[in-house]
């Protein structure tokens, strides 16, 4: 028997050539495709439409990924929800759904696990599992969709994983999301972030999207972030400064830089200053976070008065600088403990 193919991950045009040498006509692809992408049916059953008789071809030819929430968290503070969600071989992946003025927000996972090895993160504390394929970031999107009843305007792709290490998954998920037959989210509204793999960053400068890339880039010296980011040992600081000038000048679309704030490690006034000569030239906007505490490492958050002082001397050089609000502070550490926490139950373990 043939290997059964993720049908979600296909996109309209594969899906076309699949249905159409089945011996069926191109337009049940259209239906079909609606059913997945427009309706977030979860069998081949629910595609009423459709012959019952080719339903049971397609369920031998296709699968259908489906997500089971396991555990739901909502704020108090923001009404913020945290969704762990079991995928079909039992991995868990994370993701979160905030509310703000200007539509509903959900930051999604890209893969379970990761390899790059940040200090201050805990999505990486048990290495890569696997990539996620782009059906299963879809999912994450459409379930949530699903169980919250409102529509999604944005997504960051800045949960657990490194996209740019699951490019191609990535950039199949980016044109299924922002297609007009499917959720047909702006590609402006969608924010992919990244540990800052160089090559990557500029293969997707020559996709021309529109998309915002997000460099988190955390210190301003290599000796600095090598500290705190591994990556840091394979692409300096000039050779990512020279990827995101590329990238504005392919997209003309600028740059954000992360910058999480470890209180003694990047918060002083010199940093500050380092930050502004880097953010400059290319016009980047800051998006300064001072850091989630993990139980893992003993990195601590700035008091706020200096995040404040920090923030206040980039605005006075004009640079475009938000500290990112806390979102759903009640209800979970830092992204990736979630998952973490429930697996070590599940195995029985102290977290
Ligand atoms: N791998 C990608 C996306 C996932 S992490 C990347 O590195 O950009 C999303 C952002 O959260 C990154 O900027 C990451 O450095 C930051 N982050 C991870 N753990 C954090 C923590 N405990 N406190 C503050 N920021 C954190």
């Given at each position: 028997?043939l290997e ?18 089945m ?6 692809a ?18 009423t ?8 071809k ?10 089971e929430?396991?555990?739901?968290q909502t ?6 929800k945290?969704f ?7 991995n ?10 200007h539509?509903n ?6 893969q ?9 993160c805990?999505?990486?504390l048990?290495?890569?599992e696997?990539n ?6 879809l999912?994450q999107?459409?379930k949530?969709?699903?169980l919250t ?10 949960g ?7 490019y ?20 402006r ?10 090559p ?7 996709e ?5 890339l ?9 000796e600095?972030?090598?500290k705190l980011m ?10 990512l ?11 003309g679309?600028?740059i ?18 380092e930050?502004i ?10 998006n300064?976070?001072?850091v989630?505490p ?15 002082a920090?923030?206040n001397?980039?605005?006075k ?13 009640d209800i979970?550490?830092?992204?990736g ?7 070590k ?7």
């Open positions: 028997m059964q193919i993720d049908i979600k991950s296909l996109t309209k045009e594969q899906l076309k050539k699949e249905i159409t040498d011996g069926e006509k191109a337009f049940r259209n239906q079909i495709y609606d059913w997945i992408h427009k309706s977030f049916v979860s069998s081949f059953d629910e595609m439409n459709i012959k019952k008789e080719f339903r049971e397609c369920k031998e030819r296709f699968f259908l990924t489906n997500l929430p396991i555990q739901v704020s108090k503070l923001d009404g913020t945290k762990l969600f079991q995928l079909a071989d039992g868990l992946v994370e993701s979160v759904w905030m509310k703000y003025k539509g927000s959900v930051c999604i996972s890209s379970v696990g990761c390899r790059m090895g940040c200090k201050f805990a999505s990486t048990d290495g890569l696997r996620l394929s782009p059906s299963e970031m999912d999107i459409y949530i969709t699903l009843g409102e529509r999604v305007s944005n997504v960051v792709v800045m657990t994983g490194e996209p740019m290490d699951n191609d998954n990535l950039l199949t998920f980016i044109r299924m999301l922002t297609d007009e037959n499917g959720l047909n989210i702006s590609q509204n969608v924010t992919v972030s990244t540990c800052g793999i160089v990557k960053m500029k293969e997707l400068a020559e021309k999207l529109q998309i915002t997000a460099l988190s880039l955390h210190a301003t010296t290599d600095k972030r090598k591994p990556i840091a040992n394979r692409y300096s600081i000039k050779e400064m020279e990827a995101c000038e590329y990238y504005f000048s392919k997209t679309r600028r954000t830089f992360e910058y999480s704030m470890v209180a003694g490690i990047n918060d002083t006034s010199q940093d500050a200053r930050l000569d880097l953010a400059k030239p290319l016009g980047a906007h800051i300064l976070i001072p989630n993990i139980s893992e490492r003993d990195f601590k958050q700035p008091d706020i008065s200096f995040v404040e920090f923030k001397k980039l605005e050089n004009r640079i475009n600088v938000t500290i990112r609000r806390e979102m759903g502070r979970d550490g830092a992204c403990q979630l998952r973490r926490r429930h697996k139950e599940k195995e029985g373990t102290q977290c």
